[in-house]
């Protein structure tokens, strides 16, 4: 019976499911939501270029690995077929690649346009960035449905709220996951607590902690608190820096940090949700 259940444990598992996430809407049309599938891959894109109008070429000076001129030749074959290596962008990988072979020029006036600032590109990176949040959020729910049908069976009571809906608005507003999954005193103190720090780093950078175009490894990082970078695009990002302000550094780390903690409540605002249908304890039971 353990042999059995352990089988049917692996049913949709593997690199299948995993790399049919980084395709919007692709897990729902498997498991025949086609509604939904369309609904992922029109927003995701949608998304996408609503943001890429504003940037442009720019993503790939805030690429992973930049494909400068007369670097690597795998990494500029790379760029030049649409992978900037832009993250979270690369999460919504058809859009990312579509805009990557629209915007490529591998010469040295590319390379330059690159380099220049754009006007609303503050704006145009958050709108970039959350079309990949978005695409993972959306795989985030077709693996949970794929859950459902592996071991919830006939008899599973309903979720008191989708995990990955959970997630997706823990990423907007930290806490307000928990609070749709009914721990409403967690989600107000995990707010708070994640609130506070990215707005210390905030008020000690002087408003310049968050800005992808000055650091945009940590904003890989700050930008997994999203109503948070979304208020700097706004706000904080498009003001003028006249000299570094003398915290900038710790003003980063700060709102880094913020952005790490997120990814823990965003976890564990799934988790919550999750574990309404699949308790600890029956895990615990069936290794027993």
């Known amino acids: 019976m353990v042999h059995q259940n352990a089988s049917h444990s692996l049913r949709f598992l593997g690199w299948g499911p995993f790399l049919s996430g980084f395709v919007p809407g692709l897990l729902q049309w498997r498991l025949g939501q086609k509604q939904r599938a369309v609904l992922a891959f029109v927003s995701c894109t949608v998304l996408f270029f609503a943001g890429w109008m504003l940037v442009r070429e720019r993503l790939f000076y805030w690429a992973l690995l930049e494909p400068r001129t007369g670097g690597s030749d795998v990494l500029r074959a790379v760029a030049r077929f649409g992978l900037s290596t832009a993250l979270p962008e690369l999460l919504n990988l058809p859009a990312h690649m579509l805009g990557g072979l629209l915007a490529w020029d591998g010469g040295p006036t590319g390379e330059r346009l690159w ?21 993972a959020f959306w795989s985030a729910a077709g693996h949970w449905q794929l859950r459902l049908q592996r071991d919830g069976g006939d008899g599973a009571p309903a979720p008191t709220a989708n995990p990955a809906l959970c997630a997706g608005l ?13 721990q409403q005193g967690k989600g107000v103190l995990l707010g708070i607590a994640v609130t506070a720090v990215f707005a210390l780093g905030l008020v000690v950078s002087g408003g310049h902690a968050v800005d992808r175009a000055t650091a945009s490894v940590w904003w890989i990082a700050q930008n997994l608190f999203g109503g948070g970078s979304l208020f700097a695009a706004l706000f904080t990002g498009p003001l003028r820096m006249v000299g570094e302000p003398f915290d900038l550094q710790l003003g980063i780390v700060l709102c880094t940090v913020a952005g790490l903690m997120n990814l823990v409540v965003m976890v564990d605002a799934f988790t919550v949700a999750e574990r309404s249908v699949f308790p600890l304890r029956r895990a615990q039971e069936a290794v027993a």
Do not use: I, Q
Not at 115 to 133: C, I, N, Q, V, Y
Not at 170 to 182: D, E, M
């Open 115 to 135: 380099r220049m600032p754009r006007d609303l590109e503050h704006l145009g990176a958050f709108l970039t960035g959350a079309s990949g949040m978005l695409a």
């Open 170 to 182: 823990s990423w907007l507003v930290p806490g307000l996951g928990h609070a749709r999954a009914g």
